[in-house]
């Protein structure tokens, strides 16, 4: 029987992975995380890859400057001075899910 309505709720575009995964990385996108985390937790939530790529295909223009802005909410504007500190915002950054070579771009540039 839950097949049953599972099935007639798809068959009504009433249930739509699709939807689910543009709704699901338009509030991450909205919270600072970046695509390696949405990524992830897409994958965890049962989103085939491709999905994945799709949905986060829009918004690749964007990561380097919602990087920016998740670093300078968090740190300000100020770069860092000593090497102990870049490497506490590279991490930061990347538990946030932002590959480490657009980190290292915003860091060290």
């Known amino acids: 029987m839950i097949e049953q309505v599972l099935d007639d709720l798809?068959?009504?575009?009433?249930?739509?992975?699709?939807r689910f995964a543009e709704s699901f990385v338009?509030?991450?996108v909205r919270k600072g995380q970046g695509p390696l985390r949405i990524a992830?937790?897409?994958?965890?939530?049962?989103i085939s890859?491709?999905?994945?790529?799709?949905?986060?295909?829009p918004y690749e223009d964007q990561w380097q400057q919602l990087l920016?802005?998740?670093h300078d909410a968090k740190y300000g504007a100020?770069?860092?001075?000593?090497n102990k500190e870049l490497a506490k915002r590279a991490?930061?950054?990347e538990s946030r899910g932002f590959p480490s070579e657009m980190i290292r771009r915003l860091l060290l540039d």
């Open 40 to 46: 992830l937790e897409l994958r965890e939530r049962g």
């Open 26 to 28: 338009e509030s991450r």
């Open 49 to 57: 890859q491709f999905m994945i790529d799709e949905v986060l295909v």
């Open 78 to 82: 100020i770069r860092a001075e000593s």
């Open 10 to 18: 798809t068959t009504a575009s009433l249930l739509s992975d699709g």
């Open 68 to 70: 920016g802005e998740v």
């Open 91 to 93: 991490r930061f950054l």
